[in-house]
């Protein structure tokens, strides 16, 4: 079980607290408007703090020091911009993520290393991909004898700087393209994966589970 912390209680914001209570985690959620909690269901068991979502000492009251991940999925892109970057830097929160409408300032927080969703197409399922890394193992396509799948990685950030190469080598997958700064692109023999790339390889589903626990630790050293 882990902790999250949601900064949001709209729509969005209750669906992924819910579905994170569902999986047997930890929530807590933040918003400044007390009525927004009516969004959540009768009977759920998390944490609801009025607040600020990007001042430290409400962040505190969200338990944000113990927590696996941070999603900002208000309205406004500067408070989730701000509150993402506070629970990485003050708190420092691994796996944040943080909703954004202007596509010009997303590619921005991209090149700083700050995983977002565009608002356009958003779902809480790309949410739930870059904070809870096991989901996005269900992959975004599947061949049609089901053994293959395209699939977002999750990766240990001590990966950043080895070879693509590398990464296919020790997981067994194989790449097919990165998103960088928001646009695709085909990865070469020399290609090394940075900060704010999103990988998305084909995997084997049965191997799903091998690869999720490879990828998500650091690089065997080797000596």
Request: net charge negative.
């Amino acid at each position: 079980m882990a902790h999250f912390v949601i900064m949001g209680c709209g729509r969005v914001g209750a669906t992924l607290a819910h579905t994170l209570e569902d999986s047997g985690h930890s929530v807590a959620i933040i918003d400044q408007d007390e009525r927004s909690f009516r969004r959540l269901r009768t009977g759920f068991g998390g944490r609801k703090i009025t607040g600020v979502g990007f001042d430290q000492d409400t962040l505190k009251q969200a338990d944000i020091e113990h927590a696996y991940a941070f999603a900002a999925v208000s309205s406004g892109d500067n408070s989730n911009i701000l509150a993402t970057r506070v629970a990485r830097e003050t708190f420092h929160v691994e796996h944040v993520v943080a909703r954004i409408y202007d596509p010009g300032r997303a590619e921005i927080y991209q090149r700083l290393g700050i995983p977002t969703v565009a608002a356009v197409r958003w779902s809480a399922d790309q949410v739930l991909r870059r904070i809870l890394p096991e989901t996005a193992i269900k992959g975004d396509f599947r061949e049609p004898s089901g053994r293959l799948i395209l699939t977002e990685l999750s990766l240990h950030p001590d990966w950043i700087g080895h070879h693509i190469l590398d990464i296919e080598a020790a997981a067994r997958v194989r790449v097919a393209y990165l998103t960088r700064f928001g646009e695709g692109m085909l990865p070469g023999s020399d290609t090394s994966y940075q900060q704010g790339d999103t990988v998305h390889a084909m995997i084997l589903g049965a191997q799903s589970a091998d690869v999720a626990h490879i990828l998500s630790a650091p690089p065997v050293k080797e000596f």
